[in-house]
């Protein structure tokens, strides 16, 4: 398998990873904002207030590990980029 193409599928692995982490990161901002303008679930009798408590501090958790995932897989990313090939990589082709 050529470098190229070596890059070419790194680059579209650490893409897809961004994908999904940028998805499981909207997710849990959705999470907190339903749980965070719930009154009745803060108000409710039937919920237990440490739960409530707990739950959003493992969503901050989350959001936290999941934005450092990202800034290193946005670091790997850029590191694999296909850079254009050159002209004489060209002319090399053609000359096969």
């Known amino acids: 398998m050529s470098e190229q193409s070596e890059m070419k599928i790194r680059s579209a692995l650490y893409s897809a990873v961004l994908q999904k982490l940028n998805g499981e990161l909207s997710e849990l901002e959705a999470k907190e904002v339903l749980l965070v303008n719930s009154p009745a679930y803060i108000t409710s009798k039937d919920h237990d207030h440490a739960d409530h408590i707990e739950e959003l ?3 901050i958790m989350e959001k936290v590990d999941i934005r450092e995932a990202l800034k290193d897989v946005k670091s790997l990313f850029s ?3 296909v850079s254009p090939p050159s002209e004489a990589d060209g002319k ?3 000359n096969s």
């Open 79 to 81: 590191q694999s980029q």
């Open 92 to 94: 090399n082709k053609k």
């Open 57 to 59: 501090k493992n969503i």
